[in-house]
């Protein structure tokens, strides 16, 4: 089969993103094979067929019938199925098959139209298979009888061009003519009068022939009845009869009368008239009043089915005679059929981040009607991140316009309203859901800037002391949050490692006890990551308390606990009730309430003698010195925190009752005889072992040292428990627990035999070196504190 193509484009328009200006064209014989070649489609586009199938290339029509196919490996265009031109466009001269191929990735579209060329496939057929005529035998050579010629539903050369009479007939012929281009007649011709005495009937056939090649024919069986003097046919008022029905005319309307008129009297002049409707048509959709010729519909009509009928009204009169008019019908349309919104292609979910100007959907509209009942218009309701774009004629597309956020908005539903220009207009709405694909925009963030948490010391392994919290506002894996500890800046002092925390939930761990005398308090950071692709993540501090526990008793620095004898403190009999003995020092490591310390009597030689203050650890005479007390005494304080429960320590001192203070040895109260012999023959044995060293040495230095000697014992200053004080109030400064600085000073002349005690009263706490009121400056050294006050 023989196929012809024609290829029309304009190579200016091949740049445009989306169509060419000018379509391309083929054409095929109809009822072409299934598979039959139409064109070379991907060539004529410039195409490869490898392009085609990466871009997904597929055919759309309008009226969504597949009449094409297009093969994927050659890119060719081939008939899909059976093509009938007669079927699909009726009594057209043209019947183009239009559609559309399109593309995508990118998207991009081209306009086919496919003509359908005639073939002689149809013979000519006359409206009935048998025509009666009563013919009266007056009938004069010439008379002329109108005839139903024959319809071919192809068109051109194939459709009917000739007829003929068979057998040859000597008293008739047939004549076809045309009044114009559109309006073709066929008569029966009367060639010689017939006389009924010798034809009272007769029969004979007449042939339709088209010009196809080979040609085909129809024929209709004439039988004529001579009858005697009916002279005068009807005759109607027009030849052509023109009727405007609008398509949503009612059942049983009144589309229009005809009226025919016969000279004749009596029967042969009254008239009936009957329908004959053009081949191809419906017989039912027309009625007609036999009497009256009024027409009427027995249907409503359909514009977009047929826009227009074609009838024949005969009038046969009462002697045979007969007349024939054409009728047409032009079906007027109204606005009767909403738009029709087809989608081609749709992409939904979209991702967050997609660019502004995206095509997310493709769709095309139409309107059955006609005029500006088919002009449509297309409307989106919500404009603000999408609208729609023209793309190419009754395409549109549905673009992004503006950044999506999914965490704002993580659906859209988008209504498209398609409406005519009708009166009143039809609309007919699409609504296209877009849901928004997650992207991983958004880091954790926690619920609190900063968090602090608080541990007692001595905790247990692993104890959980608080959490973090962070949420993600993403969503699946891009909100997965998951904790660890982040390394703190190189410069800064390393953090804690006894801190944890669940990679899961956030909770956070103390690992092993902490000491609050050690630790006090500590900070990490914490980071919160999602698992998104790459990760994004924030940082939050922790700052971990330890809060303080009763867990050290306190520690006497003054006096000396150790296992050296315990000083004896000297106090004079005439001293009166509050005379300051001496004060018990005591500091606690823990803070808070568990270091405040408050001091008891707890044991005493003669308690109602001594009394000790609560707060400052003072020693004082509670009551003069009668001569019934004892010379020697011996007092336990009782230290104790207020922690809970309260931990507590013991100081033990002894206090000496003296008249007067020249048989004192220091810097200790007197041993028992045996010690104190003991004691001195170890000193005289050191002092010769002394001054027989110097003797050998020098006898020079010996003199010199003799001659210094009176200079320097002249003032010989003793400080009782010097070491252990000094080392005592240093760390008692140090914890704050030492209100008061004491020290005694205690100044034995030279050249007497008896020794001079000063007692001075307590200074306010001082450190570092004071001045004393005699001019002398306390040497930190030797932690000496002169005291200048004299007693009283």
């Given at each position: 089969?023989?196929?012809?193509?024609?290829?029309?484009?304009?190579?200016?328009?091949?740049?445009?993103?989306?169509?060419?200006?000018?379509?391309?064209?083929?054409?095929?014989?109809e009822e072409a094979e299934s598979g039959s070649l139409v064109g070379k489609l991907a060539e004529d586009a410039g195409?490869?067929?490898?392009?085609?199938?990466?871009?997904?290339?597929?055919?759309?029509?309008?009226?969504?019938?597949?009449?094409?196919?297009?093969?994927?490996?050659?890119?060719?265009?081939?008939?899909?199925?059976?093509?009938?031109?007669?079927?699909?466009?009726?009594?057209?001269?043209?019947?183009?098959?239009?559609?559309?191929?399109?593309?995508?990735?990118?998207?991009?579209?081209?306009?086919?139209?496919?003509?359908?060329?005639?073939?002689?496939?149809?013979?000519?057929?006359?409206?009935?298979?048998?025509?009666?005529?009563?013919?009266?035998?007056?009938?004069?050579?010439?008379?002329?009888?109108?005839?139903?010629?024959?319809?071919?539903?192809?068109?051109?050369?194939?459709?009917?061009?000739?007829?003929?009479?068979?057998?040859?007939?000597?008293?008739?012929?047939?004549?076809?003519?045309?009044?114009?281009?559109?309006?073709?007649?066929?008569?029966?011709?009367?060639?010689?009068?017939?006389?009924?005495?010798?034809?009272?009937?007769?029969?004979?056939?007449?042939?339709?022939?088209?010009?196809?090649?080979?040609?085909?024919?129809?024929?209709?069986?004439?039988?004529?009845?001579?009858?005697?003097?009916?002279?005068?046919?009807?005759?109607?008022?027009?030849?052509?009869?023109?009727?405007?029905?609008?398509?949503?005319?009612?059942?049983?309307?009144?589309?229009?009368?005809?009226?025919?008129?016969?000279?004749?009297?009596?029967?042969?002049?009254?008239?009936?008239?009957?329908?004959?409707?053009?081949?191809?048509?419906?017989?039912?959709?027309?009625?007609?009043?036999?009497?009256?010729?009024?027409?009427?519909?027995?249907?409503?009509?359909?514009?977009?089915?047929?826009?227009?009928?074609?009838?024949?009204?005969?009038?046969?009169?009462?002697?045979?005679?007969?007349?024939?008019?054409?009728?047409?019908?032009?079906?007027?349309?109204?606005?009767?059929?909403?738009?029709?919104?087809?989608?081609?292609?749709?992409?939904?979910?979209?991702p967050e981040n997609t660019a502004p100007g995206t095509v997310v959907a493709l769709f095309t509209v139409r309107d059955?009607?006609?005029?500006?009942?088919?002009?449509?218009?297309?409307?989106?309701?919500?404009?603000?991140?999408?609208?729609?774009?023209?793309?190419?004629?009754?395409?549109?597309?549905?673009?992004?316009?503006?950044?999506?956020?999914?965490?704002?908005?993580?659906?859209?539903?988008?209504?498209?309203?398609?409406?005519?220009?009708?009166?009143?207009?039809?609309?007919?709405?699409?609504?296209?859901?877009?849901?928004?694909?997650?992207?991983?925009?958004?880091?954790?963030?926690?619920?609190?800037?900063?968090?602090?948490?608080?541990?007692?010391?001595?905790?247990?392994?692993?104890?959980?002391?608080?959490?973090?919290?962070?949420?993600?506002?993403?969503?699946?894996?891009?909100?997965?949050?998951?904790?660890?500890?982040?390394?703190?800046?190189?410069?800064?002092?390393?953090?804690?490692?006894?801190?944890?925390?669940?990679?899961?939930?956030?909770?956070?761990?103390?690992?092993?006890?902490?000491?609050?005398?050690?630790?006090?308090?500590?900070?990490?950071?914490?980071?919160?990551?999602?698992?998104?692709?790459?990760?994004?993540?924030?940082?939050?501090?922790?700052?971990?308390?330890?809060?303080?526990?009763?867990?050290?008793?306190?520690?006497?620095?003054?006096?000396?606990?150790?296992?050296?004898?315990?000083?004896?403190?000297?106090?004079?009999?005439?001293?009166?009730?509050?005379?300051?003995?001496?004060?018990?020092?005591?500091?606690?490591?823990?803070?808070?309430?568990?270091?405040?310390?408050?001091?008891?009597?707890?044991?005493?030689?003669?308690?109602?003698?001594?009394?000790?203050?609560?707060?400052?650890?003072?020693?004082?005479?509670?009551?003069?010195?009668?001569?019934?007390?004892?010379?020697?005494?011996?007092?336990?304080?009782?230290?104790?925190?207020?922690?809970?429960?309260?931990?507590?320590?013991?100081?033990?001192?002894?206090?000496?009752?003296?008249?007067?203070?020249?048989?004192?040895?220091?810097?200790?109260?007197?041993?028992?005889?045996?010690?104190?012999?003991?004691?001195?023959?170890?000193?005289?044995?050191?002092?010769?072992?002394?001054?027989?060293?110097?003797?050998?040495?020098?006898?020079?230095?010996?003199?010199?040292?003799?001659?210094?000697?009176?200079?320097?014992?002249?003032?010989?200053?003793?400080?009782?428990?010097?070491?252990?004080?000094?080392?005592?109030?240093?760390?008692?400064?140090?914890?704050?627990?030492?209100?008061?600085?004491?020290?005694?000073?205690?100044?034995?002349?030279?050249?007497?035999?008896?020794?001079?005690?000063?007692?001075?009263?307590?200074?306010?706490?001082?450190?570092?070196?004071?001045?004393?009121?005699?001019?002398?400056?306390?040497?930190?050294?030797?932690?000496?504190?002169?005291?200048?006050?004299?007693?009283?």
């Amino acid at each position: 089969m023989a196929i012809a193509r024609q290829v029309l484009c304009l190579s200016a328009f091949l740049s445009l993103p989306l169509a060419r200006a000018e379509p391309i064209r083929y054409s095929v014989a109809e009822e072409a094979e299934s598979g039959s070649l139409v064109g070379k489609l991907a060539e004529d586009a410039g195409l490869t067929p490898p392009q085609l199938s990466a871009r997904r290339a597929r055919l759309l029509s309008e009226d969504g019938r597949q009449h094409l196919r297009l093969e994927p490996g050659s890119g060719r265009l081939l008939v899909a199925g059976r093509l009938d031109r007669e079927q699909l466009c009726a009594h057209s001269d043209t019947c183009m098959l239009p559609f559309e191929l399109l593309l995508s990735d990118p998207l991009q579209f081209f306009r086919v139209e496919v003509t359908l060329d005639d073939i002689n496939d149809h013979s000519p057929v006359f409206p009935d298979e048998r025509v009666n005529f009563v013919i009266p035998e007056t009938s004069e050579p010439g008379s002329r009888f109108p005839l139903e010629g024959a319809r071919d539903l192809d068109i051109g050369s194939n459709t009917v061009q000739a007829y003929s009479i068979s057998p040859e007939n000597k008293y008739f012929s047939v004549y076809f003519g045309s009044r114009s281009e559109d309006d073709k007649y066929l008569e029966l011709v009367s060639e010689k009068p017939v006389d009924r005495e010798e034809h009272a009937e007769m029969s004979f056939n007449i042939i339709a022939e088209d010009g196809g090649s080979p040609a085909r024919s129809g024929t209709t069986q004439v039988h004529i009845v001579i009858l005697d003097a009916n002279d005068n046919a009807p005759s109607f008022t027009k030849e052509v009869y023109i009727a405007k029905v609008l398509e949503n005319m009612p059942e049983g309307s009144v589309v229009l009368n005809v009226l025919a008129t016969d000279q004749d009297a009596g029967v042969n002049g009254d008239i009936s008239y009957q329908l004959s409707q053009a081949v191809g048509q419906s017989d039912s959709t027309f009625v007609i009043d036999p009497r009256t010729g009024e027409i009427k519909l027995t249907k409503p009509l359909d514009f977009e089915e047929s826009e227009h009928h074609e009838i024949r009204v005969r009038a046969t009169d009462g002697g045979g005679l007969s007349a024939i008019c054409k009728v047409l019908v032009e079906v007027v349309d109204v606005n009767d059929n909403a738009p029709e919104l087809a989608v081609s292609s749709f992409s939904s979910p979209l991702p967050e981040n997609t660019a502004p100007g995206t095509v997310v959907a493709l769709f095309t509209v139409r309107d059955r009607d006609s005029g500006a009942n088919g002009k449509i218009s297309c409307a989106l309701d919500d404009q603000l991140f999408f609208s729609l774009r023209p793309a190419y004629k009754n395409y549109y597309e549905l673009v992004t316009v503006s950044a999506l956020d999914r965490e704002h908005t993580a659906q859209y539903v988008l209504r498209v309203t398609a409406a005519d220009a009708g009166s009143p207009p039809l609309t007919s709405t699409h609504t296209f859901t877009v849901d928004i694909s997650d992207v991983n925009d958004n880091a954790p963030v926690f619920n609190q800037t900063s968090y602090t948490m608080y541990v007692r010391e001595n905790n247990v392994p692993s104890v959980l002391v608080g959490a973090v919290s962070a949420a993600d506002a993403d969503e699946g894996l891009n909100a997965k949050v998951t904790y660890s500890l982040a390394p703190g800046p190189a410069a800064e002092r390393p953090s804690c490692s006894c801190i944890s925390v669940n990679s899961e939930n956030g909770h956070v761990f103390v690992l092993r006890p902490l000491d609050y005398e050690r630790l006090k308090h500590t900070e990490v950071t914490v980071s919160a990551s999602d698992a998104g692709s790459p990760p994004l993540r924030a940082n939050v501090t922790v700052r971990l308390v330890v809060l303080d526990e009763n867990d050290n008793a306190p520690l006497v620095l003054y006096p000396a606990q150790d296992s050296s004898p315990a000083s004896s403190e000297l106090v004079p009999v005439a001293a009166q009730a509050g005379y300051l003995i001496t004060k018990v020092v005591a500091v606690d490591a823990d803070s808070a309430q568990n270091s405040w310390l408050s001091y008891h009597l707890l044991r005493a030689t003669e308690p109602g003698l001594f009394s000790v203050a609560v707060q400052s650890g003072e020693v004082r005479l509670k009551r003069p010195v009668t001569e019934r007390d004892s010379v020697k005494h011996k007092l336990l304080v009782l230290v104790t925190d207020n922690g809970k429960p309260p931990l507590s320590a013991t100081a033990a001192l002894s206090a000496l009752l003296l008249k007067d203070f020249s048989d004192v040895r220091l810097p200790h109260s007197s041993p028992p005889a045996d010690e104190h012999g003991d004691s001195l023959t170890t000193s005289l044995i050191i002092s010769l072992v002394f001054v027989s060293l110097l003797f050998l040495v020098s006898s020079a230095v010996f003199v010199a040292r003799k001659v210094c000697k009176s200079k320097e014992l002249k003032a010989a200053h003793v400080l009782y428990g010097a070491d252990n004080l000094q080392s005592g109030l240093a760390d008692a400064a140090a914890a704050g627990t030492l209100p008061r600085a004491y020290c005694y000073e205690i100044s034995l002349t030279t050249g007497t035999a008896n020794s001079e005690f000063q007692f001075l009263k307590p200074i306010l706490p001082s450190l570092p070196a004071q001045p004393c009121a005699t001019g002398q400056g306390c040497d930190n050294g030797s932690f000496r504190q002169n005291l200048c006050s004299p007693l009283a």
